[in-house]
């Protein structure tokens, strides 16, 4: 979305734009008016391929089209820093923008041993213990012996995974000495990134955006009755859908009802059966696959938007969409979120038991949402993404 949303804005400024995509055939030539052109997947480029094999296809690409600025978002196993590192040597200005944890983190979560927020700073012992747990060793004995292993080239040739660690910090040391500008989406990976070496004026923070139509300026109509709470998301464990849940089951359920708007993941399908059943036992609508059209009408239809996250987002989209209709968000007190939400417009939770405190104090006195409601003056819009953005280009 966040891609699109730039480009289109992008073009309709009247500046030209297209977008690379990765695909090993081709698919589409344009896309609402935006044109698509597309470069083979490569493995091997996230970790130690210094000459990927679709580098050429990038660079013909690149010198054919010949833009002013090559933008990158999301670094993938398919565009590393070498394809940045090739592209500025042919004299393109490249820019980076991190929209996700796994930039600087071996899990890709930044969840530190998958149960608490990492302070974000890349060091052996710490990474490699929390990576090594994370694909499959528990024993913490077995554990450090091998992040002693990692430390010794001829033992990380014989055991592949031991050069995580290395590989991470090669590809944030190319960033950090070789690419000049960096943008990202939120303000604690700016300071993850400065905690890591990262010089602050080379990072510019530049967030999600709702389209200007979805962004409602007048307050919303009084909310009374039985309270209406929507969840939005993956059904996967790290979005925490388990926590509200079990908040809610413990509460009246004459009271409230719950709205889910999920999205399947096949990697936990037994994670999804279970949250499957406990939707059941309290009579939640579960509603599957929703078109992006129909989300502001699904926002509209609720009274407040839980995000029981227990990961590190980066926006997350749809807490900027919830503030854009003037809907109130419950949310645990850190990542992106609580960068959008504060005590004026919603609420903030350190833990789950929390949470279910303030449902049911929420439950019990609907009166609050209407404060909270009419306290959100949310005006981001893409013609902000787009101006920001244009002045980070200005600047290279």
């Not at 002013?68 to 090739?86: C, P």
């Not at 139509?213 to 996967?236: A, D, M």
């Not at 939707?279 to 609720?302: H, Q, R």
Request: glycine letters at 4%; proline letters at 2%; hydrophobic letters at 40%.
């Amino acid at each position: 979305m966040y891609v699109y949303q730039l480009a289109k804005e992008l073009i309709e400024h009247g500046h030209e734009c297209i977008v690379l995509s990765l695909s090993n055939e081709k698919l589409v030539d344009e896309y609402d008016g935006i044109q698509i052109k597309y470069i083979p997947f490569e493995i091997n480029a996230y970790n130690d391929s210094k000459n990927p094999q679709n580098l050429k296809a990038l660079i013909d690409l690149v010198t054919d089209y010949a833009p002013d600025i090559f933008h990158l978002h999301t670094y993938t196993s398919s565009m590393g820093v070498n394809h940045l590192l090739a592209l500025k040597n042919v004299g393109i200005k490249v820019l980076f923008t991190s929209h996700l944890p796994n930039f600087t983190c071996l899990r890709g979560d930044l969840m530190r041993m998958g149960n608490e927020v990492c302070d974000g700073l890349v060091t052996r012992d710490k990474c490699m213990d929390c990576y090594l747990h994370f694909t499959g060793i528990t024993n913490v004995t077995t554990r450090k012996l091998l992040q002693q292993a990692s430390k010794y080239q001829f033992v990380r040739d014989f055991i592949p995974r031991l050069n995580q660690y290395n590989f991470k910090v090669d590809i944030l040391n190319a960033f950090k000495n070789k690419i000049d500008d960096i943008i990202v989406v939120s303000k604690w990976q700016k300071s993850i990134l400065e905690l890591n070496g990262f010089q602050p004026n080379n990072i510019s923070v530049c967030r999600q955006s709702i389209n200007e139509e979805n962004i409602i300026r007048q307050n919303k109509t009084h909310f009374s009755g039985k309270l209406r709470i929507g969840f939005i998301g993956r059904i996967v464990k790290v979005k925490g859908l388990h926590i509200l849940l079990e908040s809610l089951i413990k509460l009246d359920k004459s009271k409230y009802e719950l709205n889910i708007v999920g999205l399947k993941s096949i990697n936990e399908v037994e994670y999804y059966n279970t949250m499957l059943e406990m939707a059941k036992s309290i009579s939640a609508n579960w509603t599957e696959n929703l078109e992006s059209s129909a989300i502001f009408d699904f926002l509209d239809g609720i009274d407040l938007l839980v995000i029981p996250s227990i990961v590190l987002e980066t926006g997350p989209i749809v807490a900027f969409e919830a503030m854009a209709r003037k809907l109130p968000v419950l949310t645990f007190n850190y990542g992106g979120a609580r960068e959008l939400v504060d005590i004026d417009t919603g609420f903030l939770v350190e833990n789950a038991e929390e949470m279910h405190n303030v449902l049911k104090y929420i439950i019990d006195d609907k009166s609050i949402l209407n404060t909270k409601s009419d306290h959100i003056n949310y005006t981001r819009s893409t013609k902000d993404l787009y101006l920001e953005t244009i002045k980070i280009y200005s600047n290279q």
